[in-house]
């Protein structure tokens, strides 16, 4: 059974009084499977929230639909085997830590006589056990990430959907985070995952999906999504005319060590970078595929270059 | 019903903490026991005034010292002194309370939305129906508060000026309350569609006279002056069991209708921003 399936979900939103249109997402068709870690990844603006808060059901769509665990999104009931941690944790500030978990544990039906133990439970994995009677008010960023985290595993949650779930955390924090997905997706938990850090994506993630501009550019597991992808051409020498017109592709020229290296992002620009050479008689002295990185594979995607 | 319960009574407690809330209900408060002690130093000086050259300011001796005339005056001026004392206590309440329901009611989802704070319990299973029922409740249950220090208050201050409570007083704090909760429903309903301070004015306005009967939105929009029973404290009239049951209904009704065109429009509303 898929823990999330989205069906030719669309997006679009009417802001000030002249109605004025903005499409968030655009026909999006996207599955997640049960168990898996899902990496959900693109640049600001890409849709990631929108899709997010439709699949809670805080937005309507435009057009389409969204299934949780084969129910509709919109059913509250299938929020019982939910949990979610926002981007930004805003907590209800009059509650200290303890009694907070335990406001959302009785409203996610843990049983009274579990709630308490459930909450030491958690306040313990997330070392927030010295911050259980504080004031949440007075939480630190990294703190309240944690007690968000902490209120979206309170049931036991078959699908957690957490949108940049380390964005205020330390080092330390990031590591603890990634220990816990690991130990989730052992005992079967699927996660979905919004991140702009795409090596804590990498180094979790069963499968990705690359979002931009509302639209789906890529989904698969690493593997699928890295294979063939980035092909190097070695060549001996590079001709003027050559050089001006490669610097009209997306391909990236290197001179090193006397060797000059052109990497292509795809293999559809591989194969006009190579009947260009072929044109101006360039002899490719090697020719090789390389394995992507994810922040390769997004880049390539989203068609921008690497930020330096 | 659990759920809405625990909505309720979070919100409760998120309301027990806004300072502003609470120095506004101490403010109302406040007044009208400043408006009872002004009245009640009025009252004290007439009885100084009628014992001018009565010889004594005990009220018996000043009494008996009177003529039939003098007396009737004297009898006419201290319940008319009482009978105001009252109907500003409850003017004043009355209007306090409906400042307070109106920032209550008026935020109690519309702050939830700005704030973000409604996705993590509308992560939970907790229906939008069950939210906005919890929240309603919450600020039922805070007017009911304010309602019951309110009459506390106006029977301490009675009984510490032995006054005689005008028969209106019987039912007042319960139509103030109804009144409130109409107001409330009101507000709650505008601030699905506008900002809480915008919703607040027009909540405010939308019952207070504005409309005549020849104007078909009177027939639309909440009689709350139905509710506001100062001329009655004022005159010492008695309210009939009949007239305040039908304006109880009334109340209910009217509250019910607002709660289920609220329901309709937070079921449509988009609850975080683009």
């Known amino acids: ?75 509250t009931e299938v929020h019982r085997r939910l949990g979610y941690l926002p981007e930004t944790v805003n907590l209800h500030d009059y509650y200290r830590g303890r009694k907070m978990l335990e406001f959302y544990a009785a409203l996610a039906r843990v049983p009274p006589a579990a709630r308490s133990s459930r909450v ?50 330390d080092p330390v924090g990031r590591k603890e985070f990634r220990d816990i997905l690991l130990e989730l997706k052992q005992r079967g938990k699927t996660v979905f995952i919004s991140s702009h850090i795409l090596s804590e994506v990498e180094s979790v993630c069963d499968r990705v999906a690359i979002l931009q501009n509302g639209e789906l550019k890529r ?84 068609n921008q270059p690497p930020r330096l | 019903m659990k759920t809405i319960s625990l909505i309720a009574a979070d919100s409760i407690r998120g309301l027990l903490h806004q300072r502003l809330l609470l120095g506004l209900m101490l403010a109302c408060l406040g007044l009208t026991v400043f408006f009872s002690i002004a009245l009640a130093k009025t009252r004290k000086n007439i009885t100084s005034s009628f014992s001018d050259g009565k010889g004594g300011a005990n009220m018996s001796t000043v009494t008996n010292r009177m003529s039939e ?25 009355s209007f306090g309370g409906s400042l307070v329901a109106l920032f209550i009611f008026g935020t109690a989802v519309s702050s939830e939305i700005r704030r973000g704070t409604i996705r993590l319990t509308l992560s939970k299973p907790v229906s939008r129906t069950q939210f906005l029922l919890g929240k309603y409740l919450g600020g039922v249950a805070v007017m009911a508060g304010y309602a019951v220090i309110a009459t506390l208050a106006i029977l301490v201050f009675a009984q510490s000026e032995k006054v005689d409570l005008s028969p209106a007083m019987n039912w007042a704090p319960w139509l103030m ?49 139905d509710f506001n029973v100062f001329f009655q404290v004022f005159q010492g009239t008695l309210m009939h069991l009949h007239d305040v049951v039908m304006l109880s209904l009334y109340a209910l009704d009217f509250v019910v209708i607002m709660l289920m065109l609220a329901l309709w429009r937070f079921h449509r509303k988009e609850l975080v921003s683009p």
């Open chain 1, 1 to 75: 059974m898929a823990a999330i399936r989205i069906e030719r979900l669309s997006k679009t939103y009417r802001a000030g009084w002249n109605g004025k249109e903005t499409t968030a997402l655009r026909n999006l068709n996207l599955e997640v499977q049960e168990g898996e870690i899902f990496g959900f990844l693109g640049p600001n603006g890409a849709g990631k929230t929108t899709t997010i808060h439709l699949l809670l059901n805080l937005i309507r769509p435009t057009v389409g639909a969204a299934y949780l665990f084969d129910c509709p999104a919109t059913e």
């Open chain 1, 219 to 302: 989904v698969g597991t690493l593997e699928e999504l890295s294979a063939g992808r980035m092909v190097r051409l070695i060549v001996k020498s590079l001709p003027a005319p050559v050089v001006e017109a490669l610097s009209a592709t997306t391909a990236q020229v290197t001179l090193m060590q006397g060797q000059i290296t052109i990497r292509c992002p795809d293999e559809a620009t591989c194969g006009e970078i190579e009947r260009l050479l072929e044109q101006h008689h360039v002899e490719i002295a090697h020719k090789e595929t390389e394995a992507q990185s994810l922040e390769e594979i997004f880049f390539s995607s989203i």
């Open chain 1, 120 to 169: 030491t439970e958690l306040l313990k994995l997330l070392q927030l056990e010295d911050a259980a009677n504080k004031v949440v008010a007075r939480y630190s960023k990294g703190m309240a990430q944690r007690i968000g985290f902490a209120q979206a595993m309170l049931q036991d949650p078959d699908l957690l959907i957490l949108d940049e779930p380390t964005s205020s955390l």
């Open chain 2, 69 to 93: 005339t003098e007396q009737r005056q004297f009898r006419e001026s201290m319940e008319n002194a009482s009978s105001m004392m009252q109907a500003f206590f409850y003017q004043v309440a």
């Open chain 2, 177 to 225: 309350f109804c009144r409130q909760l109409m107001l409330g429903s009101v507000a709650m309903l505008l601030s699905l569609f506008f900002h809480p301070i915008i919703a607040a004015v027009l909540a405010f306005a939308a019952g207070n006279g504005l409309c005549s009967t020849s104007n078909p939105l009177y027939y639309i929009l909440p009689s709350y002056q």
